[in-house]
């Protein structure tokens, strides 16, 4: 499989969703301009929809994104059917596939509220579980999950871009060679994978992992084409007061209170359509 694969897999999933109930509008857009600072906690943007409903996007992702605004003026958007919005996500431009992602997840929260479902409360940050046994691997930096593991005693690899980043201490190995996947039995990845086009090519190097975990606030899409690759679990971010959770991304202020972590599991997941029973 190719990464425009699983670009297409889940835009075939919202595509699903409007063939059977027409979602709502596009109501705003969210674009901040990216300012990666590694002192700062990353920022998001967002797609709102016209009864709430959320999604976020990554907004430091690289200078693909740089003035996304004056591209993609947020009035032009207001309005626009979601799916229509959600078709950005198969352009081949990171800006693009940025709204696309968001607008699929607000896409995703909508239908799961049409069908009375809500995803499971998160045990913790990370959705994952681990025996003592356990080689850990991660795709991004997950710096207190890192610290708790080491402390535990247990080995972790890093995949890291960075060269400058690449090091290794006892326990632990950061290094931008994938292979080094291959040998970890549980695997923790960012969602950021499945707006960059890294993702089918990463997974490739889990094979042999119990456990594969995306997280991370924008895995708030429909599941189901990361379950079809091996995928364990998804780990998001709800917005539960969408507006002040927004209004905060726009001011710099904590937004995670307007918000709540779920972790749905491949084994556990009602499928699609999710029931209101389930």
């Given at each position: 499989m190719t990464e425009q694969h699983f670009r297409a897999d889940l835009f075939h999933e919202a595509a699903r969703v409007a063939a059977r109930v027409t979602?709502?509008?596009?109501?705003?857009?969210f674009m901040p301009e990216p300012q990666p600072d590694p002192a700062r906690d990353p920022e998001f943007g967002a797609v709102q929809l016209a009864d709430g409903s959320a999604g976020l996007y990554y907004a430091w992702?690289?200078?693909?994104?740089?003035?996304?605004?004056?591209?993609f003026p947020p009035a032009t958007l207001e309005g626009l059917p979601a799916l229509e919005l959600a078709r950005y996500f198969l352009r081949e431009d990171e800006a693009s596939r940025s709204l696309g992602l968001a607008a699929i997840n607000a896409m995703t929260t909508w239908w799961w509220r049409h069908h009375g479902y809500v995803p499971?409360?998160?045990r913790d940050a990370f959705g994952a579980s681990f025996a003592q046994t356990d080689r850990v691997g991660m795709v991004g930096n997950f710096q207190p999950l890192i610290e708790r593991l080491l402390a535990d005693?247990?080995?972790?690899?890093?995949?890291e871009r960075?060269?400058?980043?690449?090091?290794?201490?006892?326990?632990?190995?950061v290094t931008g060679d994938p292979m080094a996947l291959s040998d970890c039995s549980v695997v923790l990845a960012t969602a950021t994978m499945c707006l960059n086009d890294s993702l089918e090519t990463t997974l490739a190097y889990c094979r042999a992992a119990r456990e594969i975990a995306i997280i991370g606030p924008t895995a708030g899409f429909f599941p189901g084409p990361l379950f079809a690759r091996g995928v364990s679990s998804m780990g998001g971010m709800w917005l539960e007061d969408a507006d002040a959770a927004i209004a905060a991304l726009a001011t710099g202020q904590p937004w995670k209170p307007y918000a709540r972590r779920f972790v749905i599991e491949?084994?556990?997941?009602?499928?699609f359509p999710p029931t209101a029973s389930a």
């Open positions: 979602p709502p509008p596009v109501r705003r857009v992702l690289g200078e693909g994104q740089q003035g996304m605004a004056q591209r499971p409360v998160a005693q247990r080995p972790v690899v890093v995949l960075k060269p400058h980043l690449w090091r290794e201490a006892p326990g632990l190995r491949r084994a556990y997941y009602p499928g």
